[in-house]
């Protein structure tokens, strides 16, 4: 992690996580329903993708609908217990990243590059259709109502960070993994 | 050790003190003891500290930066890293930004004083780096082994990171300026909806951009103007310096420039280095400037701009009165062995006191260098050299055809052309010592052959400053008083209008009337 060049923002976020008294975690509460809750997609700054890529509202359900398919075509669905909490919410995105890269992980270890490049294929697509659409206008949202030192400001930044060092990272692999001969492959 | 912000770390190896026998040709090397009491003294808020085997031992780079308690860091080097990279990655490790590092190869430098001039300047460099965006850092990795996980490349690092040209919106002119998108060499910049968006993957590096933008709207870790800024007053700050702006990718297996007396400065590519940049180099107290650009191999195709405005400061300089311009502007070849010549300073020693601060893609500043050579030269102030190469233009309006419209303020994106109107009327004026002959006001321009903008430096009309250009008195509505428009805006309405059908009445309304009362006037 601490090769990751965005580090710095981590850290930062990383530090205000150690010093949380329980005082200041109430009003961590509180800023979250200022910034997200209150007016749902109208909000300060929505969770949902919808919420950015159609400002109209009129085909939010659409949007939303993308995300499930795309949880569906890799074996996953949104789980009951999340109350109907819609599936284009930010934290179920990255949820399902983290999922993908697992499974990714999983394929490197049994020594199954071809599904290992197959999951970085899905990661990469997921990455470009839907979170990075979207992240980049919610960290905007955040820095325009928050302060420097707002936790959510710096949970935001570095989310974002990390997302994109991601989507970079996934395709320079994916160009190396195309352009490597297939016998280095397999030596 | 946690960091302070501000601090700056500062490791010298070890091994430049020439006990080791290298590269030094009989000399004793350096007196680090000497040195690091000087750079402490010289450089506020910094921690030095002698490195054994730091060329050969990159991964001490996290300690040094702990040790320091910074998160920039300088190291001082007495061979040229075999693999900048190795150092970057050992940075991050320690949790720096990549672009926080600066590597100085002090290689044959032989003077205490410049390898501290050399260290503080990149120690100046590295305070004023504002840190990379993520937007702004394009990963690439250097080998591939396939079999590798993803866990394992993100902990080890065949990963490097190559900075990207990003454009703070909010600063960002947009549609009213454009500048970057026709300067990029690589087409990599493109207007989308009125904004000028970079594609990451066709941006080369380069830095063009970065000198283009008349509003510093560009960020480029590594290559920001205000880190340009303080190396460069940093380093005028050395008697007779010879400054030396050599490409990234030039020819790395020459002697280094520093040890025969140039000072260097880096840049990603010499299309970067204006002529303004060198103007105020020689007007900020440098004696010569050099440039070393990577040739044949250039990938943005440079060479040519690069002759042209080394012509264009030698000619200028010529005119001013200058002996010998060509010593005091060069291209040197690409074996840069011959010592650097630093005859007196053109401009006078600037003051160690009062160190100058630069604003290397200001006009103005350009302009006020311009003026404070052809005051030291003693030249006529009826001097107009006209070359491509110009960093200032020159705008030639006639004032017959001109109607006051204002469309020229409108398209200029430095406000050398402003239109104000008061109740007297418009007025349309002009300062030269803020135009980049960017031509945008000259195609606003409705009327023809009325405004004409040259790329010229013409030293009346930098001495005269804003001069007014135009004069139009409006023309007032029958009904309220109040200004309309330029009267001569609507008599060539007018004229343009009068053989149309039914146009009496409507020229009526138009000219004669304001805009409320044009409304009243309908009911």
């Known amino acids: ?187 | 050790m946690t960091a302070k912000p501000g601090r700056v770390g500062i490791g010298v190896c070890a091994d430049l003190e020439g006990s080791s026998g290298l590269d030094l040709e009989g000399s004793s090397g350096l007196d680090l003891r000497v040195l690091r009491r000087e750079l402490a003294e010289a450089v506020p808020n910094v921690h030095v500290e002698v490195v054994p085997d730091l060329c050969s031992r990159p991964e001490q780079t996290p300690e040094i930066a702990s040790r320091a308690g910074a998160r920039r860091l300088v190291l001082g080097l007495c061979a040229r890293p075999a693999s900048r990279h190795d150092f970057q990655a050992w940075a991050r490790k320690a949790g720096l930004d990549p672009f926080a590092l600066e590597l100085v190869s002090l290689k044959g430098v032989r003077t205490g004083s410049v390898a501290a001039a050399l260290l503080a300047a990149a120690a100046a460099r590295a305070r004023a780096f504002a840190g990379s965006e993520p937007e702004q850092l394009k990963l690439e990795l250097l080998a591939f082994e396939r079999k590798r996980s993803r866990r394992a490349l993100f902990s080890l690092p065949p990963i490097t990171y190559r900075a990207v040209a990003g454009i703070e919106q909010e600063s960002c002119l947009g549609a009213r300026c454009g500048l970057c998108v026709s300067a990029c060499p690589f087409g990599a910049i493109e207007m989308i909806d009125g904004r000028p968006s970079v594609d990451r993957a066709g941006c080369m590096s380069c830095g063009v951009c970065v000198t283009t933008c008349p509003t510093e709207a560009i960020r480029f870790p590594g290559a920001s103007l205000p880190q340009y800024e303080a190396e460069i007053a940093a380093l005028l700050s050395v008697e007779r310096a010879a400054l030396f702006f050599g490409c990234r990718h030039g020819p790395g297996d020459g002697a280094a420039p520093a040890a025969v007396g140039w000072l260097p400065v880096e840049v990603p590519c010499l299309g970067m280095v204006t002529s303004g940049w060198i103007l105020q180099a020689l007007a900020g107290g440098a004696s010569v400037v050099g440039l070393l650009s990577c040739g044949e191999r250039c990938r943005s195709g440079c060479a040519a701009a690069v002759r042209d405005r080394v012509e264009y400061v030698r000619a200028l300089l010529r005119r001013l009165g200058a002996s010998s311009p060509n010593e005091r502007v060069m291209v040197v070849p690409g074996d840069v062995s011959r010592p650097a010549p630093r005859p007196a300073a053109l401009a006078g020693q600037p003051s160690p006191h009062r160190r100058r601060s630069l604003t290397l893609s200001d006009p103005a500043a350009t302009a006020e260098a311009v003026l404070k050579l052809a005051e030291r030269l003693g030249a006529a102030r009826d001097l107009t050299l006209v070359s491509g190469a110009s960093p200032l233009g020159l705008v030639a309006l006639r004032k017959e055809t001109c109607t006051a419209c204002g469309a020229c303020a409108a398209a200029c994106p430095t406000g050398a052309l402003d239109a104000e109107e008061g109740g007297e009327g418009t007025l349309i004026s002009y300062d030269a010592g803020l135009c980049v002959p960017c031509g945008r006001c000259a195609r606003a321009c409705p009327e023809a052959d009325t405004l004409s903008v040259r790329a010229a430096t013409d030293l009346a009309a930098l001495t005269s400053r804003r001069v007014v250009l135009k004069r139009e008195p409006a023309a007032r509505c029958r009904r309220c008083g109040r200004p309309v428009a330029p009267a001569a805006m609507l008599d060539r309405v007018r004229a343009l209008l009068q053989d149309e059908e039914g146009a009496d009445r409507l020229l009526e309304v138009l000219t004669e009337l304001c805009p409320d009362c044009r409304e009243l006037e309908a009911m």
């Open chain 1, 1 to 187: 992690m601490r090769a990751f060049p965005f580090f710095p923002r981590w850290r930062s976020l990383l530090d205000s996580l150690e010093t949380l008294t329980d005082e200041a975690r109430a009003r961590l509460e509180e800023e979250y329903v200022d910034l997200f809750l209150l007016g749902e997609l109208h909000s300060a700054c929505p969770l949902y993708e919808s919420a950015y890529l159609d400002r109209t509202g009129r085909s939010r359900g659409v949007i939303a609908a993308g995300v499930e398919q795309a949880y569906a075509a890799a074996g996953v669905a949104v789980s009951p217990a999340a109350q109907g909490e819609l599936p284009d919410h930010v934290a179920f995105e990255l949820e399902f990243l983290s999922l993908l890269c697992a499974e990714e992980a999983r394929a490197w270890r049994a020594g199954l590059p071809d599904e290992a490049s197959d999951r970085m294929g899905r990661e990469r697509d997921f990455l470009e259709r839907h979170l990075l659409r979207f992240l980049p206008g919610l960290v905007r949202a955040v820095k325009l109502v928050s302060t420097s030192s707002s936790f959510y400001r710096r949970l935001a930044e570095a989310v974002h960070a990390f997302v994109v060092h991601d989507r970079d990272l996934i395709g320079a692999l994916a160009e190396a993994y195309a352009s490597a001969p297939k016998a280095a492959s397999e030596a």
